[in-house]
């Protein structure tokens, strides 16, 4: 079945600690997108990426850092510099960026807590 | 500047009765609209998109949506609600090559 794996579901950080989050998806999507929920406010936008090698900030990029090397792989880091990390994170993907094809797939996404 | 208002954050409806979730809009341009349904700690499912064409939209599970320019508007509806209906909606928007922007969500409440 082709769709986008998160892992790990719950992930703790500690105080001064870079975390990676893991973002996998076989569906042959060339775009891809990392999203931090938070209750109340919706979905905002961390980064994108809309071809292999190639990644731009969103709204809410500080404190964050991300890597295209693969077009299956777009793994997001969240560095000590994010003071406020505890949230929700989306993964999503999509066949192309910019067209009414747009359609976002997503990921089961990632619970971080810190500790 | 595109944005998404959804007015209410919940709403709650008995079992068998009609669901409305309203959704408006903002965009200076046609815009994309979607309708995404989240369960409790999972990701986001499409229910539904407009793009172009006819602007009632029908989707997934029983929903539709209806695109009125006139009224900026792209509210969801479901004639009998059923108890797992219950779950956080959103409401996005899109133009052209641009970012697609959610709504904060209403979560839906459906009692027995």
């Known amino acids: 079945d082709g769709g986008i794996t998160q892992s790990p579901k719950y992930l703790f950080r500690k105080e001064g600690q870079n975390v990676t989050l893991s973002c996998e998806q076989n569906l042959n999507h060339d775009a891809m997108y990392w999203y931090r929920q938070d209750p109340g406010q919706g979905l905002r936008l961390i980064y994108y990426s809309q071809i292999v090698n190639d990644f731009q900030k969103g709204d809410i990029a500080e404190g964050y850092s991300v890597s295209r090397e693969k077009k299956e792989s777009f793994p997001l880091t969240v560095t000590s510099a994010q003071k406020n990390p505890t949230a929700f994170y989306l993964c999503a993907s999509s066949i192309v960026w910019g067209t009414e094809q747009e359609t976002q797939y997503f990921g089961p996404g990632t619970r971080l807590l810190v500790l | 500047a595109q944005s998404v208002t959804q007015l209410g954050s919940h709403v709650s409806v008995s079992e068998g009765a009609l669901v409305l979730l309203r959704c408006n809009y903002s965009?200076?341009?046609?815009?994309?609209l979607f309708w995404y349904v989240q369960y409790p700690n999972q990701g986001l499912q499409l229910l539904l998109k407009?793009?172009?064409?006819?602007?009632l939209v029908k989707g997934i599970n029983g929903f539709e949506a209806e695109f009125k320019k006139s009224e900026t508007s792209f509210h969801l509806t479901k004639p009998s609600a059923h108890m797992s209906d219950a779950a956080e909606y959103f409401c996005?928007?899109?133009?052209?090559?641009?970012?697609?922007?959610f709504g904060a969500g209403t979560r839906l409440f459906v009692k027995a």
């Open positions: 996005a928007v899109k133009t052209g090559g641009f970012k697609t922007i």
């Open positions: 407009y793009t172009t064409g006819a602007t």
């Open positions: 965009s200076s341009v046609p815009p994309y």
